[in-house]
């Protein structure tokens, strides 16, 4: 069974910094995509950045590009990410997910079949 466990999270002032920490467990991490989305409170789900099997493939949602940066250790069985110049827009709960095939990638939720806990991002203005 897959576990998913994110860390990292918490209250950060608007222009400040954070790294976000999921760690896998139960799977064979290493064939699977994983992604970051995000729930803002009276708001959709978000896809925020996914990163492929190898880490050769990112892509990330046009409000976080360039400020935000998906990275995995296939080794450890974790993927992070970095979040800078947070805007308090950014405040949000943060959960990580793992594709539902192997070698494949989206940005569409369905896409993902096991998905962590969550942790809470705020950022104050």
């Known amino acids: 069974q897959v576990q998913l466990v994110e860390s990292g999270g918490g209250l950060v002032q608007a222009g400040g910094s954070l790294r976000l920490s999921c760690a896998a467990s139960?799977?064979?991490?290493?064939?699977?995509?994983m992604g970051w989305f995000r729930r803002a409170p009276g708001k959709e789900r978000e896809f925020v950045a996914r990163i492929s099997w190898s880490a050769g493939n990112t892509e990330y949602a046009d409000s976080v590009k360039g400020r935000f940066t998906i990275s995995r250790d296939n080794a450890k069985g974790s993927v992070y990410l970095q979040m800078n110049s947070l805007k308090p827009e950014d405040t949000a709960v943060y959960y990580c997910a793992r594709s539902t095939s192997t070698y494949s990638y989206s940005r569409n939720p369905s896409a993902y079949g096991s998905w962590g806990q969550g942790t809470q991002v705020t950022v104050s203005s």
């Open positions: 139960g799977v064979t991490f290493s064939s699977y995509s």
